[in-house]
């Protein structure tokens, strides 16, 4: 069956880095893009971007340029959120999606992954 | 940026009917597709493409979309449907993915 699971909880202090890992399963990684969306505490669903898991070309969404990554690894089925320079407003839980190919709805989520920024 | 706009809170009784808008500019003219979110889970695809249903997901869910406004249905209404629920459309505008504001649905 279709899994996507993601890496743990992160505590970070602002400035730092992390990255949030997605193993996929159960499906041909390279046939579905990949994609990331945000959830602030309380708040609701942001997408963020999105990767082509056949060439890599990721594609941002506004407010999601500069500080954030989105990478591959698909020998592992793998897809990867770096975020850079964190900020207190970073503190979210972050998911990876699935999105079939010639559709443009997600049909499976990673279960997220809570990143705190604090002091 | 296209914008959906969806009523914060919902409110209804077992047994009844719960409708969910979802507004946006002829939104009539994309595909809109549901998400139920409970709280401290992922959410969850209940209606794609206006109206169809994923595997699994009851006949009890069902969705419309026509002019500025699009609609998730939900008849007899359960205490297991209480959730947060998304709207969602691709905006070939600009080739970005918009999720509404999310609807709270409290079974009474």
């Known amino acids: 069956q279709v899994q996507l699971v993601q890496s743990g909880s992160e505590l970070k202090k602002p400035g730092a880095s992390v990255k949030v890992s997605c193993k996929a399963s159960g499906y041909t990684f390279t046939s579905y893009a990949m994609n990331w969306v945000r959830q602030a505490p309380g708040q609701g669903l942001e997408w963020m971007g999105w990767?082509?898991?056949?060439?890599?070309?990721?594609t941002y969404a506004q407010g999601f340029t500069g500080r954030f990554v989105f990478s591959l690894d698909t020998s592992v089925s793998t897809a990867y959120l770096q975020i850079s320079s964190l900020k207190a407003e970073d503190t979210a839980v972050y998911y990876c999606a699935r999105v079939p190919s010639h559709k443009r709805n997600i049909d499976y989520w990673g279960q997220g992954t809570l990143v705190t920024v604090s002091s | 940026s296209y914008v959906l706009t969806q009523p914060p809170s919902v409110s209804v009784a077992p047994g009844q009917t719960a409708r969910i808008t979802c507004g946006g500019n002829n939104i009539g003219s994309k595909s809109v597709h549901w998400y139920q979110q409970k709280p401290g889970q992922a959410p969850v695809l209940v209606v794609y493409d206006d109206s169809d249903r994923p595997s699994g997901i009851p006949e009890r869910f069902s969705g419309s979309n026509s002019g500025n406004t699009a609609t998730l249905t939900i008849s007899r209404v359960e205490a297991g449907d209480e959730a947060d629920y998304y709207c969602q459309v691709w905006d070939s505008s600009s080739d970005l993915y918009v999720f509404g504001t999310g609807t709270k649905v409290t079974v009474l």
């Open positions: 990767i082509n898991t056949n060439t890599g070309n990721p």
